[in-house]
């Protein structure tokens, strides 16, 4: 060290190593002595750039385990601060600002059970936490600001966060925000947008679940040049290959990458793509996955802000295609390279299909093993072994009993702290947190299992997350697509039905159905499929809010109403209004459908409803209307509506919020439930409103053996018998 001063103490910064060895490579210092080896040099991030960014703020790695690499800094040090290699002084230029914002909350009803007592960015994904995870990939590419943006107001939890934060200094500055009102991905932006955080260019990570291999500099530099070019080239996404039932379809032109279409559902059998698409040598694509990253103008910031009711960063791609030509804005498309992985956590299934990917070390170098600046403070350090077997311990507390038996395990398998591991036990892709006893026998395939978890003799798991806290009793059999809550406690000999969420106490909201075992709550979404996979169906469902059983009575004054309705009930009651004024009106002159739809389309523009709000609403309105009593009075309204009915429902979408309007209605109401079939076969058979597929769609959403599936399915089974007929004919043709 230059002066004889002693090396400071400092953290290590988990590619330190890496970064020294790149170093002395390029200089021509690597040697055999030094043992440095790469398995692919371009996936390391780059000292030079790192350095030139920070000037001489950097201290020397004293724990560099090379002597000659250390030999070399210290020969290359500044002073006792730092150090800064002459050759890249003297190349030094200042990096271009960018920011990225990255949300730190998932607001995902179904996570809720999973974060009943901590918070998203600082679940496992492996042995990394999420926000570590998301930070070690953005200090590899081109950011130099990082703004984490959380709704937690908890002074431990926000301390927390910020520590995790402030430890990456050295690579960007970090800024964590954290609003009370934020609920949605929109709500985050506006709370940065409104601070004026935002003043230039910025990477929208919408989810801090997201890990990337790639540096993105090619990614970015084509932005930057396209934004050069043309100031309205607004947003690009970045999408990596991989085909997949939730990918979106989308159309990119096949040399300017702009995007032209996009279209995002689960299992749809028709698609409205207009004939441009077709005439601007375009691609019609459905083998890229989203992976959470875009690159934003400050436009994008804006219309999160013009637009309250943008909720997530889809609105804002609707949006901008939309209305292309009045906004003269523009999106484009890059696809991350075959040799790059990403991935982003979206729902239950992503979530074990990302850790699967982490530990086969398809994210590299972001591998289970990597020291991260949480580790180092708690002189925690994660072991591999063969087979893809990931250890995570401090050298104070281990307690891995049984050690010679994790040979039996399959591959990919992460064991964190304090493990006790029984004889006998197979496990194949599961990442387990700290403090779990596991007995004898136990087979645990494609599980993430919580901290403090207890798991009896004989017992099987597939496919499923296990909260914490949780204690599962002996030959127990947990199935596929199943959540089991914090401390749960499971009795012996149990079977959970796939598709189940276990929790401990009854669950408070109204979009429940509950059955109430002995020692735990069986709990299903009532106006979804299942929780499991974040279909586009299931998001619609969750986006609207209830109006079936709402307004059936007037339980509070007028002023009490006005000061509690959101916009939605608004436009509910407007529409409402209109509708009955309508129906009183039927037997005059003045009486339109015209007029109607015109009333409609007014109060949509006043709340700035999406289409498949008014959809639903529009439908539960009508159902709610006194006429409405019977089923000869629904045919004979229909029938007279029959042209504001093709209005608003020619779009298969809009079939969706029909049915599920009907659904919703007749779950508080058992004189519509009686006759939801009749009204179901009328609708298609009589007035062509609604399509095969959506039926079929609808259906395929109801759970099994529901009073709705037992009267829908009848209908179902029709339709697939005449489509068989059909297809008979045309073979025999």
Request: proline share 2%; glycine share 4%; hydrophobic share 35%.
């Amino acid at each position: 060290m230059a002066g004889g001063k002693r090396e400071s103490t400092t953290q290590l910064v988990p590619t330190d190593t890496l970064l020294a060895e790149q170093l002395l490579r390029k200089r021509g210092y690597a040697t055999q002595k030094c043992k440095c080896e790469f398995d692919d040099i371009d996936h390391r991030v780059s000292i030079y750039d790192r350095l030139c960014a920070l000037g001489n703020s950097i201290q020397i790695l004293h724990l560099i385990p090379h002597t000659a690499i250390r030999n070399f800094l210290r020969k290359n040090a500044l002073n006792n601060s730092g150090f800064i290699c002459g050759e890249i002084m003297a190349k030094h230029t200042k990096r271009p600002e960018l920011t990225a914002v990255v949300i730190g909350d998932n607001f995902d009803p179904r996570f809720s059970p999973f974060l009943h007592s901590s918070q998203w960015a600082m679940k496992h994904l492996g042995a990394l936490t999420a926000l570590e995870a998301c930070l070690i990939w953005l200090a590899r590419t081109p950011v130099t600001n990082v703004i984490l943006v959380v709704s937690t107001e908890d002074e431990k939890r926000f301390n927390e966060l910020s520590s995790i934060l402030h430890s990456y200094k050295t690579y960007f500055s970090g800024l964590l925000v954290s609003g009370k009102n934020i609920m949605s991905v929109g709500d985050a932006i506006r709370e940065v947008e409104q601070r004026s955080l935002i003043t230039g260019e910025f990477v929208l990570v919408h989810n801090v679940a997201t890990i990337c291999s790639s540096k993105l500099d090619e990614e970015f530099a084509a932005f930057r040049e396209r934004r050069k070019t043309d100031k309205n080239n607004c947003l690009t996404l970045l999408y990596a290959q991989a085909n997949h039932d939730m990918n979106p379809v989308i159309a990119v032109g096949r040399h300017t990458k702009k995007l032209m279409f996009y279209f995002k559902k689960e299992r749809t059998l028709e698609l409205d793509i207009k004939k441009d698409c077709y005439a601007n040598d375009t691609e019609i694509r459905r083998d890229l996955r989203d992976t959470g990253i875009a690159f934003c103008a400050p436009s994008v910031a804006a219309q999160f802000t013009d637009n309250f009711d943008f909720q997530e960063r889809d609105d804002i791609i609707r949006e901008l295609l939309v209305n292309e030509e009045i906004l003269c804005q523009h999106i484009h498309v890059e696809v991350l390279s075959d040799k790059y992985a990403a991935s982003c956590v979206t729902d239950y299934a992503s979530l074990l299909a990302t850790e699967k990917l982490l530990m086969e070390r398809w994210f590299f170098p972001i591998v289970p093993e990597l020291r991260t600046f949480s580790n180092v403070n708690r002189n925690i350090n994660t072991h591999g072994l063969r087979r893809r077997i990931y250890i995570t311990a401090s050298k104070e507390h281990v307690r891995i009993k049984q050690y010679h038996k994790i040979k039996s395990c399959y591959w990919n398998v992460c064991f964190n702290a304090s493990l006790t591991l029984g004889r006998d036990c197979a496990l194949e892709n599961v990442v387990i947190e700290e403090n779990v006893e596991i007995a004898n026998n136990v087979t645990i395939k494609d599980c993430h299992i919580g901290k403090n978890v207890v798991i009896g003799n004989s017992c099987r798991l597939s496919n499923c997350v296990i909260g914490d806290n949780a204690v599962i009793g002996n030959n127990c059999n947990v199935t596929s697509k199943t959540f089991v809550g914090e401390n749960v406690v499971i009795p012996d000999d149990t079977h959970i039905t796939e598709g189940s969420i276990i929790l401990m106490h009854r669950p408070d909201e109204d979009d429940y159905t509950i059955g109430e075992k002995n020692s735990y709550y069986e709990v299903r979404f009532k106006h979804r499929t299942g929780f499991w996979k974040n279909t586009h169906l299931e998001r619609r469902r969750a986006r609207t809010v209830s109006q079936a059983g709402d307004h059936t009575g007037d339980h509070h004054s007028e002023k009490e109403e006005a000061d509690d309705e959101t916009d939605i009930m608004r436009f509910f009651n407007e529409i409402s209004e209109s509708m009955q004024q309508a129906v009183d009106n039927m037997e005059s002159e003045e009486h339109k459908t015209s007029n109607l739809i015109l009333e409609i389309n007014s109060s949509k523009l006043a709340y700035n409803m999406t289409m498949e709000d008014v959809a639903k609403n529009v439908f539960l309105a009508f159902l709610k209307l006194g006429y409405c009593s019977d089923l000869d009075s629904i045919k004979s309204l229909v029938k007279e509506w029959l042209h504001v009915f093709n209005n608003y429902y020619s779009p298969h979408k809009n079939q969706i919020q029909l049915l599920l309007a009907l659904e919703e209605y007749s779950n508080a109401h058992a004189g519509i439930a009686k006759i939801a079939n009749h009204i179901v076969h009328f609708l298609y058979s009589e007035c062509d409103v609604l399509q095969e597929e959506a039926i079929l769609e609808w259906f395929g959403t109801l759970i099994s053996g529901s009073d709705m599936y037992e009267k829908i399915k009848p209908i179902v089974d029709w339709l697939q018998e005449s489509s068989g007929e059909e297809e008979s004919d045309e073979d025999a043709d």
